[in-house]
């Protein structure tokens, strides 16, 4: 027991309970640590979760506005947030990918626990769009604020 542990430590609770119970559905014997680590590793697919060069590579060649791209999960998105659209456009994989990769490892461990990721929801622009007042307008306005709070 203390072996499984020690190897599989780095793994959360919640991906370990899901990759247990694939390897239940699909194999006939108990599997090697060695065997059972890469259930774990693909079980990230059941969280509808993609491999994190994966999500590297949609992260790289989503359009702009980015809120609007229809994203394989949401926690692509945030991994490329996190690691900066502009970096992620302009440097080279071998810089950006680790960087992504552990902003995004981080982001999936918050999604195998369960924590809920949201995508921003932009605000609307006003229907009217008014002009500053003047100063001597806003002035007017303080003063019958104060007087209101006098009260």
Known sequence: MRLW????????PALIKAAAERVVKHENFLPTI???REHCDHAFELFGLPDAHSAYIEACRAPKPKTDFKWRHEAVYYAGKASD????????????????????AILCERVIRGESIKMPVLKALPQEIHAPASKTDNQKNLKALRKQLDL
């Open 5 to 12: 542990l020690t190897h599989l430590q780095d793994y959360p």
């Open 34 to 36: 060695a065997k059972f």
């Open 85 to 104: 659209w502009f970096f992620l456009s302009s440097a080279i994989e071998s810089v950006a990918f680790p960087i992504f990769k552990h902003n995004y």
